[in-house]
């Protein structure tokens, strides 16, 4: 696809020293007096400036990355140069894999990495069939009845079955689902949490509280030999490191539980939600995806992933990836002091003209037909690149296919209402309720 030249996509970089194009301050103050969300200042600057931009909302300005060639050079070719700080939901996650740093992140990494590709996945390829069924079955029911449900709450409840299953060996029982209601409340509460963590902490304690005492039974079972009818799983994996890696405290067993239930329920219900919103608008798409094979065929199932593939570039998992430049670097023909923020937002790389034809359509076929999505690896990041891309993608992108590949064929959801919004935090999520009935 042929794309047209904007700043910061340039094919051969200036010569180092030009100073990043930075936002017009006014522009920045009218923003703030409006009470935008910050997608709407990332787009202001995208839009006016390019692929590497930057505003100014204190002293030093803030560096915007959405060049795929920049993308990859933030991300992927220099993680030394540009480092996380503090994640934004590290009073929920504490030193999980997600907001770990250095050397404990490496370790931690290398831990989880072998559980989630290879042989790895096919552990989990039993429990994803069996809560998929479950999902399934449940529709069944309120296809029969026409009791209205709500999507975004059945796929909650169906990513957090599957993870839970992955984790503990269990299926999730209805005390836990009851307490686990907590994840996504915490989750959407941090934007709006106080700057000091002390405060943040009492704001969201009996939350914390719930969540903490769901990883200490589970942590507890786990350490009693206790296994799952499909086994053990994750859990057992960060015990057995418990016995010879002294770092794997009980506090940093309950940070990898509750990373890992964040990480592998909120994204992908997410995403499922996102998807069928999608579809309620573009109904095509769903006809398409199932005329493409027979139930279970290979054609069928690149298909169905191509679903996903699409709702993602509209509504990636990791929609911002914060970076801290920890050293003087040149970005694409710009310097780059140390200790500025740099901002990589997927997406709007996801949604820029110069890199995806007519961005706005819902068009799955980008994913099939050849020459249709950028070749660049940074055009195309729902989970990021590099050495901290989502640990999860294979294990995500299997569970929504298997899910799928049961409730499309057999049910659409015939919305009774759909936010107008979407909310800005971890994830990009629907603003609103989602309540359908059902049809064949």
Not at 294 to 320: C, D, I, N
Not at 323 to 342: F, K, N, W
């Amino acid at each position: 696809m042929a794309t047209h030249a904007r700043p910061g996509y340039l094919s051969n970089p200036s010569p180092a020293g030009r100073r990043v194009p930075e936002l017009d301050p006014a522009l920045v103050r009218e923003w703030q007096a409006g009470g935008g969300e910050p997608i709407d200042l990332f787009t202001q600057a995208h839009e006016r400036l390019g692929g590497v931009a930057a505003f100014r909302l204190g002293p030093r300005p803030t560096v915007l990355v959405t060049a795929p060639q920049a993308v990859q050079h933030v991300l992927a070719l220099h993680p030394d140069r540009y480092v996380k700080r503090s994640h934004r939901a590290r009073l929920l996650i504490g030193d999980g894999v997600l907001a770990a740093t250095g050397e404990a992140w490496q370790r931690q990494r290398r831990l989880l990495q072998s559980q989630f590709t290879g042989r790895g996945m096919r552990r989990y390829e039993q429990r994803i069939a069996e809560a998929a069924r479950t999902t399934a079955m449940r529709w069944a029911g309120y296809a029969r009845t026409g009791e209205v449900l709500d999507v975004g709450d059945e796929m909650r409840r169906f990513a957090l079955d599957t993870i839970w299953r992955a984790l503990t060996g269990h299926p999730l029982d209805p005390r836990t689902e009851r307490e686990l209601a907590a994840v996504p409340a915490v989750v959407a509460a941090l934007p709006s949490l106080p700057a000091d963590s002390t405060a943040a902490q009492g704001a969201v304690a009996a939350e914390l509280a719930r969540i903490d005492a769901v990883a200490g039974l589970a942590i507890a079972a786990a350490r009693d030999g206790e296994a799952g009818p499909d086994g053990p799983g994750l859990l057992h994996v960060l015990i057995e490191a418990s016995h010879t890696r002294p770092e794997y405290t009980e506090r940093l067993i309950r940070d990898e539980l509750v990373t890992l239930l964040v990480a592998g329920h909120e994204t992908t219900a997410t995403t499922l939600t996102w998807l069928y919103l999608l579809l309620d608008r573009s109904p095509e798409a769903r006809e398409q995806a199932l005329a493409a094979g027979p139930e279970g065929s290979p054609e069928r199932r690149q298909a169905v992933q191509a679903l996903v593939h699409e709702t993602l570039r509209f509504y990636p998992s990791a929609w911002m990836l914060p970076r801290s430049a920890a050293q003087d670097d040149v970005l694409a023909g710009y310097e780059i002091e140390a200790g500025t923020d740099v901002l990589v937002c997927p997406y709007l790389t996801h949604r820029d003209p110069g890199l995806w034809e007519d961005p706005e359509r819902f068009d799955p076929g980008r994913f099939t037909t050849p020459g249709r999505r950028p070749a660049h690896p940074g055009g195309y990041l729902p989970f990021g690149i590099g050495p901290r891309a989502c640990l999860g993608l294979q294990f995500a992108l299997r569970e929504s296919t298997v899910l799928l590949e049961n409730l499309l064929p057999a049910h659409i959801p015939r919305f009774r209402s759909t936010p107008s919004r979407a909310a800005y935090s971890i994830t990009v999520r629907p603003d609103g309720p989602t309540s359908a009935v059902l049809a064949g």
